[in-house]
């Protein structure tokens, strides 16, 4: 989680005096709106060296390796932060997906209640479930941001492709497999009337879903399952895993399938074919795109630093003495500043009142109505301004005018009134 920066520059706790207070989080960045604190590096560090532990690392071998890797922690920090303040510049919503992938967490870990669920999620990773939220929902945006900024521009010639399938033909041999979203009617505890009127709307809801009505919204709509709030997806079943009925029809029919109402003891259920993988091997087009993304991938990561070097170039960006960023842009300024440290532009009133008024340069302008040579009246002039002021009759309003009158009410009468200094 990112701490806003207007909950200061250092979170403090004050008891009594000046020596009584005590850092409770340091900011060791400041990246535009968002900060940095110490101790979001210090988690990363040590789920880094989690990660390498699984991966059989020990001893001295794994020291080297958290030290080489945790080099890049600020890097990775201040990419993440600028990938996703763009994403926010850019309107790329992810809500959805992010409700996608909570949902199907929350199905493989076999756990129907919430409160359970978040129960599970603080056990697993040590976050609380809005922290782990928001870190699913960094993920998911800061992959949108590259793939719209990077991947979109980067161009893979198709007997590319066509060479990568056929030498790695083994890569793609998929067992059967079916991707469904749900509709739930449900019936429990209600009528034979009102059982009626569930079906009936089951099958208008199957009608709507065929004219191409978004289903995941008619699901988060209507449905009465669980799944209502990850737009009825369900995880991919294998056959044998779903019962007879239904996997009768849904492992033959095509891509976009809505079937009609299936009875079951709780309800009606309406089922879509999102997707659909026959067994063995899977056609050059079902898999275009993934090799694609394979191939892309040696010429990504350099645009991506480009990318985030001139995020970095237009960033407000401050960095804490002894931290270092890896991923620096060259000739950026990126010293902390210390607001603590700034001297205000003005100190006392005393200081103020103190300065001397400088005397204005005056003018003579004549009085209207008589000569050159006659009584003057003297009026200021404004800074910077050699011009003298006009004299000529062309330059006064005449006698009478109601505009010069509203604007000065005292020359209608034939009294001028000097301007004031």
């Keep these: 989680m990112h701490f806003r920066l207007g909950a200061g520059i250092l979170a403090l706790v004050s008891i009594g005096s000046a020596s009584d207070v005590r850092v409770v989080e340091e900011i060791v960045a400041k990246v535009n709106g968002d900060i940095i604190t110490k101790g979001e590096l210090d988690r990363s560090r040590q789920e880094l060296e989690a990660q390498l532990r699984q991966k059989g690392l020990s001893g001295a071998e794994l020291d080297k390796a958290v030290k080489q890797q945790a080099?890049?922690?600020?890097?990775?920090?201040?990419?993440?932060?600028?990938?996703?303040?763009?994403?926010?510049?850019?309107?790329?919503?992810?809500d959805s997906e992010v409700t996608k992938r909570l949902a199907q967490i929350q199905v493989d870990s076999k756990t129907a209640d919430p409160d359970k669920f978040h129960d599970y999620i603080r056990e697993q990773t040590g976050m609380s479930f809005e922290d782990f939220k928001q870190k699913i929902k960094d993920q998911i945006l800061t992959q949108r941001v590259i793939g719209q900024e990077v991947m979109s521009r980067i161009n893979v010639?198709?007997?590319?492709?066509?060479?990568?399938y056929e030498e790695h033909k083994k890569e793609f041999v998929r067992e059967e497999q079916v991707f469904l979203s749900e509709i739930l009617i449900s019936t429990e505890g209600k009528t034979p009337d009102q059982v009626a009127q569930a079906e009936k709307r089951a099958k208008d809801l199957v009608a709507r879903g065929r004219k191409g009505e978004k289903f995941g919204e008619l699901a988060r709509q209507y449905s009465d399952a669980e799944t209502k709030d990850n737009f009825g997806q369900l995880p991919p079943y294998k056959r044998g895993q779903l019962k007879k009925e239904i996997e009768d029809v849904v492992f033959k029919e095509k891509k976009g399938y809505v079937t009609d109402p299936i009875r079951l003891p709780?309800?009606?259920?309406?089922?879509?074919?999102?997707?659909?993988?026959?067994?063995?091997?899977?056609?050059?087009?079902?898999?275009?795109?993934?090799?694609?993304?394979?191939?892309?991938?040696?010429?990504?990561?350099?645009?991506?630093r480009e990318l985030l070097t001139k995020l970095r170039e237009d960033a407000f960006l401050q960095i804490r003495a002894g931290y270092v960023d890896s991923g620096a842009a060259p000739n950026k300024d990126t010293a902390w500043q210390d607001p603590a440290q700034l001297k205000p532009e003005t100190t006392t009133k005393e200081e103020v009142a103190s300065h001397k008024r400088k005397k204005k340069l005056l003018w003579v302008v004549p009085i209207p109505g008589t000569s050159t040579g006659g009584k003057k009246v003297e009026t200021a002039k404004q800074p910077g301004?050699?011009?003298?002021?006009?004299?000529?009759?062309?330059?006064?309003?005449?006698?009478?005018?109601?505009?010069?009158?509203?604007?000065?009410?005292?020359?209608?009468?034939?009294?001028?009134?000097?301007?004031?200094?």
Aim: hydrophobic share 35%; net charge negative.
């Design 71 to 94: 080099a890049d922690g600020l890097r990775d920090q201040i990419d993440t932060l600028l990938l996703v303040q763009h994403g926010k510049d850019l309107n790329i919503n992810v």
């Design 385 to 421: 301004d050699s011009k003298a002021p006009a004299t000529g009759a062309a330059d006064r309003p005449a006698p009478g005018d109601p505009q010069a009158a509203a604007a000065n009410p005292a020359s209608a009468n034939g009294n001028p009134t000097p301007a004031k200094p």
């Design 157 to 164: 010639p198709h007997s590319d492709v066509e060479k990568y």
């Design 266 to 304: 709780n309800g009606f259920e309406i089922l879509k074919v999102e997707d659909r993988y026959e067994a063995g091997q899977a056609p050059l087009g079902d898999v275009e795109n993934e090799i694609m993304e394979k191939l892309s991938m040696p010429q990504m990561q350099p645009k991506v």
